[in-house]
């Protein structure tokens, strides 16, 4: 996970009892760690986090203090309990109740994983999910992240952000290839956000994984703005990808509709 703590605090009123800066540089701590990073020592936490390793010290040991971090060797992880304060977010989405009861008729009723995520940063992150059970399972839970460059879910929230936004998150091309299909730079990514935005649906295949074709759907608030996505995961063992718009693409615009009644959008189902 790269250092971004200078970029989520940039122009903020620093200086001003506007912002918290002790608050800031834990949080800056907080995120030092992540796929890759699991185990820091203290030196690279104040590297990753943009401290000095004075300021990263007492940072670390209030975490330790506090129980969400621990310290074996020289080297600092975070521990279970700061999952606390994602899910005390997630728990506090209307969204995420919602859509918890419609992915499960989804994988009930179609027999495939279904999820809805949100975009934050360059990443979509899972509020709900729900897969039958099988050895073959990804295990990845509400809360997991996934790079939004290379899944239909990001394709189908960045082609709904607005144009300012867009051409900042694709400023940062060229982008992490995960497998030979990835659409790692700003052309290819920015037709296919005008793709999403313009049929309702994106459609990503083996950009994220070899073998598997993920397809999304845009669900609205009361507003009419595109707030989340649901999305299918499908193996490309099982299922033609010319058959996947046709078999599964009418119920996930069904679900989708479902999720955002509840948010209150009126309309017909797409």
């Given amino acids: 996970m790269p250092n971004n703590s200078q970029e989520r605090t940039w122009g903020l009123p620093k200086g001003s ?5 002790a608050f800031a540089r834990g949080l800056a701590v907080i995120r030092a ?15 990753r986090a943009g401290l000095t390793p004075a300021g990263a ?8 203090e506090l129980g969400y971090a621990r310290l074996q ?17 997630l728990a506090s989405l209307p ?7 419609a992915v499960e008729a989804f994988m009930r009723d179609v027999g495939e994983i279904c ?3 949100v975009l934050d940063g360059r990443d979509v992150v899972y509020v709900a999910r729900a897969e039958m059970p099988s050895p073959l399972s990804r295990r990845l839970g509400v809360g997991e992240r996934l790079p939004a460059h290379a899944t239909s ?10 144009a300012a936004d867009r051409e900042a998150y694709l400023a940062g091309a060229p982008f992490e290839r995960l497998t030979p299909h990835t659409l790692t730079q700003a052309e290819p990514l920015r037709n296919a956000m005008a793709l999403a935005a313009r049929q309702g649906y994106a459609l990503a295949s083996e950009q994220l994984e070899l073998g598997i074709c993920g397809l999304a759907v845009p669900i609205e608030d009361d507003r009419g703005h595109v707030v989340a996505a649901l999305t299918t995961s499908l193996s490309l063992a099982r299922h033609e990808r010319n058959s996947i718009i046709d078999r599964f693409l009418p119920r996930m615009r069904q679900t989708a509709a479902q999720i955002s009644r509840g948010l209150g959008r009126q309309g017909p189902d797409r």
């Fill in 115 to 117: 999820t809805v995520s």
């Fill in 95 to 101: 969204l995420r109740e919602l859509a918890r009861d």
């Fill in 57 to 64: 010290r007492r940072l670390l040991y209030t975490l330790v």
């Fill in 73 to 89: 060797g020289r080297k600092f992880s975070l521990t279970p309990a700061v999952l606390e304060l994602g899910f005390a977010y």
């Fill in 17 to 21: 009892d506007q912002f918290v800066e």
């Fill in 153 to 162: 879910s990001g394709h189908v929230l960045l082609g709904a952000a607005s």
């Fill in 33 to 47: 760690f992540g796929p890759g990073h699991q185990s820091l020592t203290l030196s690279e936490v104040a590297e």
